[in-house]
């Protein structure tokens, strides 16, 4: 008897090569993120104060570093393994919320549309440069993604059930986490909390009392994300009378007004606007276009180009999501309805108030996944309608190479990733840590050798270091905007007072970029100061190491 095994259909074929895509996509990851952090806002924030908290036995005021008042939920995540000595796992903790969000993204696709898109929705999303980049990264903003997504995607789902409660407790309780999380969080808030009364009003059921009912609502939904936001507003409230310090400080505190800079994101007395004209040359037509241009032209590192990458598919897909949208069930139009006010309106509220960045925009990206795969969808559903058979084998075709193509950029992406952080050599034991870390880190050789060879109450001042002070073991002062040193020197009539005075303050050692010390010095001081500043370092302190354009400085003569 002959037996006859049934082939596996295309779609079945394609869900295995998904799964098979997203395996080797998620182990990639990986083998990315086991090698020692070099990315500078981990040294300078996110591991650099936890380091802080750990040697001084608990969490206290930072007032040197502004950022130690930014919210911190991930980052007390990742004090767990810092305590035992491992800074790598922190990564994988950050990677774990980009499969949480991928595990939202596949749910609610699945739902509305079926599992193949979903799997496809889920892939796209993690395959995504700015979110790879962000995985292999000790980072926060994957978590502000999972939280503000399961925030949004509640909301939807509080819709669809008939205003049931417990969804929009949920949906507050990830909206303040979101907010726990960064302090972009906090427009996630803004927008969430105006959403919850315009979806009650438009779309309950029933006409009276619905302008306080729908308020009621709003109120429950701002008061519940509110308090569990509330343990960081209490903290720096305690610390400096600002809740949200330091945004908004001269709110809060008009008396210490210009002293905090307020957000780390401004731009200062310029604005960013005028800084993207002024610095980087750039017409008001091609900043008027910095919404559309984000998904063409990001570069890593390079804020200029928005300092991460997206993928064009993200622009153009989503339109078609709106193809023929009356066609659509009146719950799906109404979820892509808010989806899309959601992405427009964080994405009007980052132009306009800070220079853009992928990161800044990176709650937007959930929802432009779901509007893209749903975009995929109504192509295909547009070729099973209007071409014929032989004509739908070549269309089909078509869609199968964009698909591809989709693909394709994101895994350039991830090649480069591995030609960039070369985790291999690392992970093979060809490169010791020590060197990696200095292959990324220039100055690190200069901290290794303070680390082994400086007693252990010296007091570095680091001039042009950014900050990033996490592999050091001895205290370092970070001279911000290098207005100690330029003080310092403005005072001071000899090179003997200029060592006087960092004397007082404690200071035992200098670490110095050249290239941009050299650079400022020669645009701050006039020729006497200059002279006096060549004198100083010359006479009046020892040099003591010096490698990859940094020099670590004793303070006092060669004698």
Not at 378 to 385: A, H, L, P, R, V
Not at 432 to 452: F, G, L, Q, T, V
Not at 497 to 514: A, S
Request: charged fraction near 15%; charge should be positive.
């Amino acid at each position: 008897m002959t037996t006859y095994l049934k082939r596996p259909s295309i779609k079945t074929c394609l869900k295995a090569a998904l799964v098979g895509l997203l395996a080797v996509l998620i182990i990639s990851v990986i083998i990315l993120s086991c090698v020692p952090p070099v990315s500078r806002d981990a040294l300078i924030h996110h591991l650099g104060v936890l380091k802080l908290y750990l040697e001084h036995g608990g969490v206290y005021e930072i007032p040197s570093f502004v950022f130690s008042y930014y919210p911190m939920n991930l980052d007390l995540l990742y004090i767990i393994p810092l305590y035992f000595g491992n800074d790598i796992i922190p990564k994988f903790i950050h990677f774990s919320f980009a499969l949480l969000t991928a595990w939202l993204i596949f749910g609610y696709l699945r739902k509305r549309i079926n599992a193949l898109y979903a799997l496809l929705g889920a892939f796209f999303f993690l395959s995504l440069p700015v979110i790879v980049k962000l995985s292999i990264t000790v980072y926060v903003d994957l978590g502000l993604i999972f939280f503000s997504t399961a925030s949004l995607l509640l909301l939807l789902t509080w819709l669809e059930s008939g205003f049931r409660l417990k969804f929009l407790i949920f949906s507050a309780i990830f909206s303040g986490l979101a907010m726990g999380t960064k302090y972009n969080g906090l427009i996630i808030f803004f927008l969430l909390t105006l959403f919850v009364p315009f979806i009650h009003s438009r779309y309950a059921q029933g006409e009276k009392s619905r302008f306080s009912e729908s308020t009621g609502q709003a109120l429950i939904f701002l008061f519940i994300a509110l308090v569990v936001f509330s343990p960081w507003m209490i903290r720096n409230y305690m610390w400096t009378n600002n809740p949200i310090f330091p945004l908004y400080d001269n709110w809060f505190n008009p008396a210490n007004s210009g002293l905090t800079g307020g957000s780390t994101n401004s731009a200062g007395p310029w604005g960013h606007f005028a800084v993207r004209s002024i610095i980087f040359k750039e017409s008001w037509w091609e900043i008027a276009l910095i919404p559309v241009r984000i998904f063409f032209q990001g570069q890593d590192g390079n804020p200029k180009y928005f300092d991460g990458r997206l993928n064009p598919f993200l622009f153009f897909l989503p339109f078609f999501a709106f193809y023929h949208i009356k066609n659509n069930l009146p719950v799906l139009r109404t979820e892509k309805n808010i989806l899309l006010a959601f992405v427009i309106l964080f994405l009007s509220f980052a132009f306009f108030k800070t220079d853009m960045r992928i990161r800044y925009i990176a709650p937007i990206i959930p929802p432009l996944v779901i509007l893209s795969v749903f975009g995929l969808h109504e192509i295909n559903t547009i070729i099973n309608n209007r071409c014929s058979a032989t004509s739908g084998k070549i269309c089909m075709g078509s869609m199968f190479v964009i698909v591809s193509f989709l693909i394709w950029m994101n895994a350039a992406y991830i090649l480069g990733q591995f030609r960039y952080v070369d985790p291999i050599s690392y992970i093979s034991g060809r490169v010791e840590r020590d060197e990696y870390i200095e292959r990324y880190r220039p100055e690190y050789s200069a901290i290794k050798y303070a680390n082994k060879n400086l007693p252990n109450n010296a007091k570095i001042l680091c001039i042009f270091l950014g900050n990033r002070g996490y592999y050091s073991d001895r205290e370092m002062v970070f001279d911000r905007n290098q207005n100690l040193f330029r003080k310092t020197v403005k005072s001071a009539n000899s090179p003997g007072k200029i060592l006087l005075d960092l004397n007082k303050r404690g200071i035992t050692h200098l670490l110095v970029r050249y290239d941009l010390f050299n650079t400022w010095s020669n645009n701050n001081f006039d020729d006497e100061e200059k002279e006096m500043v060549g004198e100083f370092f010359k006479e009046q302190i020892t040099l003591l190491f010096s490698k990859g354009g940094y020099g670590l400085f004793r303070l006092g003569s060669h004698t």
